[in-house]
């Protein structure tokens, strides 16, 4: 397997993305939202998540995906509001996360 070098920007007082457990698939991202502040999703919303993180691929061939776990789509009925995200290459913005309610309750992020 190769490395992949990617350069990381963090704000709103954000750590490294990661494992939460020694089996899991991928890295987890978390909310950047002001402590004390809550961020509520209404049924049939979409609401765009700010993560307070940044990447840059070296390598212009590498692509980025954010792909919900089960758990909450399952658990609380909320899923991406794309299906799927996929940052390019080039894109050096932060990234935010379009979740979708797609149950009868308010969930609070």
Do not use: H, W
Request: aromatic share 4%; hydrophobic share 40%; charged share 20%.
């Amino acid at each position: 397997m190769n490395n992949i070098n990617v350069k990381i920007k963090l704000s709103r007082g954000m750590s490294l993305p990661k494992y939460a457990t020694s089996g899991s698939a991928a890295l987890d991202l978390c909310a950047a939202i002001d402590e004390g502040t809550t961020l509520v999703i209404r049924p049939g919303e979409t609401v765009s998540v700010p993560t307070g993180i940044s990447i840059s691929p070296e390598d212009s061939g590498i692509v980025a995906v954010v792909a919900a776990r089960s758990g909450l789509g399952i658990k609380k009925g909320i899923s991406l509001g794309n299906g799927i995200g996929v940052i390019d290459s080039d894109y050096r913005g932060e990234i935010s996360v379009g979740l979708y309610n797609r149950s009868t309750q308010d969930f609070t992020v």
